[in-house]
């Protein structure tokens, strides 16, 4: 079946015989809630390889969702777990404390954008971190109102939810929402007509007249901004309009949160997405790929305002498990030594120019944009004004897996595909994998009347 391809081997149907059994079970024992983008279970990852329990091997551009930059199970990390679970699981920090702990803040103090005193503190997933920088800036600036973007995506618990403007499926029929949360437009150049420069003027003046029309700037605590859209659909504002949001936070004692989640520990090139722009923000929430996969997140932020919250308002049994504390530390040794920020600027520029080129000869590829490895594609219906080609999107994103590529979707509209590869991905694996891709994406695009 994939006799030409050197790293993937598929040889059953997806789901093959043993997934197929384990489906069965998920159906009787899991609700139907939490979903799943493979019709598949899991045996063994080796950095960006994935075989399921039927013996198939995967390239994965997923990396479960961002969270694998080093890739799946690195020496160094499985050691440095192995070695921590043998002296100890969990004490939780609030019982006793372990220095890893201390030393993973200290690496991220230094590490985070910012040449101020700053200090850490962990919890377990990107949603927590959320919660508890909203609760961290409303503490320290004695201010309500939170204010979101369009399209961005904070998490599913409630806060999370509610900075979160996606309907179906994240939020529908799940309110009434946190109150004093409100959004804003974000920049979308590609589905504008205007200029970059126009929209964001557009958008910063908008902004002037929520502060006239809706709540003052003196009730804000804090703007929360993903420096690159993740679910959203990869979609990247200027430098021009994140300086400018800045100076609208420090005009007004708004703290601006940059919420990293997705975009950190090297996906765009440098350790933090805000780099690139060169803008401070007072908080930052970290999560996914901080620690290869173990569950862990963090804030970081300037320590008069991390240290608003007085002792036990914030935490939690498992925040900043020890397992996660030296996993994170090896991880990033290992974006250092392993040089894996230049090899996120090299696979952009690879998925870039390939996805360029496809671009030129299958017009639904509609957009083609990225920033270092965190790259997408955006399909529409050919010939019309840019409308959405969800039903294309999830063709290609059905056979391309069944190929064997681990490949997931993004956008409001359902009609992104988006790239999270491991950064490890050697250039012949993301090669075999493109392929695959271009193979299905030119059947389809012979199947588009179709649509
Ligand atoms: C930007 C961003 N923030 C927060 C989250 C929520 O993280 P988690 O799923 O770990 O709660 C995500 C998850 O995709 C995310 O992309």
């Known amino acids: 079946m994939s006799s030409k391809r050197k790293f993937i081997s598929i040889k059953t149907t997806i789901p093959g015989p043993v997934a197929k059994e384990l489906l069965k079970k998920k159906e009787k024992h899991v609700p139907k809630g939490p979903f799943n983008t493979m019709l598949t279970f899991a045996e063994k990852g080796d950095g960006a390889l994935l075989t399921d329990v039927d013996g198939n091997t995967f390239i994965d551009l997923a990396g479960a969702i961002g969270s694998l930059n080093v890739g799946h199970c690195p020496p160094q990390v499985v050691n ?13 920090f609030h019982v006793m404390m372990y220095e890893s702990y201390i030393k993973l803040a200290e690496t991220l103090n230094e590490l985070t954008p910012g040449d101020y005193p700053k200090k850490t503190f962990f919890m377990n997933s990107g949603a927590e971190a959320v919660e508890n920088a909203i609760k961290i800036a409303r503490k320290f600036t004695g201010r309500k109102a939170i204010l979101s973007f369009d399209r961005g995506f904070h998490g599913r ?3 999370s939810m509610s900075l979160t403007s996606k309907v179906k499926p994240y939020k529908y029929e799940f309110g009434p929402f946190v109150p004093e949360t409100y959004k804003l437009p974000y920049p979308y150049y590609y589905r504008s007509n ?17 502060f006239l029309g809706e709540v003052p700037p003196e009730e804000v605590a804090a703007f929360i901004l993903e420096p690159v859209q993740g679910e959203g659909g990869f979609v990247i504002p200027s430098t021009y309009f994140v300086q400018e949001l800045k100076k609208i936070c420090e005009q007004y004692g708004i703290l601006l949160i940059a919420d990293e989640v997705q975009t950190g520990f090297g996906r765009t090139g440098r350790y933090f997405a805000m780099e690139h722009f060169d803008v401070m923000p007072d908080l930052i929430t970290m999560s996914k790929s901080i620690a290869a996969g173990f569950p862990i997140s963090a804030v970081t932020g300037k320590s008069e305002i991390m240290d608003a919250a007085g002792i036990g308002e914030i935490g939690g049994t498992y925040g900043g498990s020890p397992l996660g504390c030296v996993a994170a530390l ?12 230049e090899r996120s600027t090299h696979i952009g520029k690879v998925l870039i120019t390939h996805f360029k080129r496809l671009k030129e000869k299958y017009p639904f590829i509609g957009d083609v944009r990225g920033l270092g490895a965190m790259v997408a594609i955006e399909l529409i219906k050919p010939g019309t004004n840019k409308i959405p080609a969800k039903e294309v999107t999830s063709t290609i994103l059905k056979k391309v897996q069944n190929k064997g590529v681990i ?20 250039d012949e694996q993301l090669l075999e994998a493109l392929d695959v891709i271009e193979e299905v994406v030119s059947e389809e695009f012979a199947n588009i009347h179709e649509y």
């Open 80 to 92: 440095a777990i192995k070695n921590q679970a043998e002296h100890y699981i969990h004490t939780s």
């Open 157 to 159: 618990t409630y806060m």
């Open 194 to 210: 205007k200029t970059e420069r126009e929209v964001d003027n557009e958008i910063l003046a908008n902004i002037s007249d929520f």
């Open 330 to 341: 090896e991880v990033i040794k290992m974006i250092k030594s392993e040089g894996l920020l």
């Open 407 to 426: 490949l997931m979707g993004a956008g409001l509209y359902g009609n992104v595909i988006r790239v999270l590869s491991p950064l490890v991905i050697t």
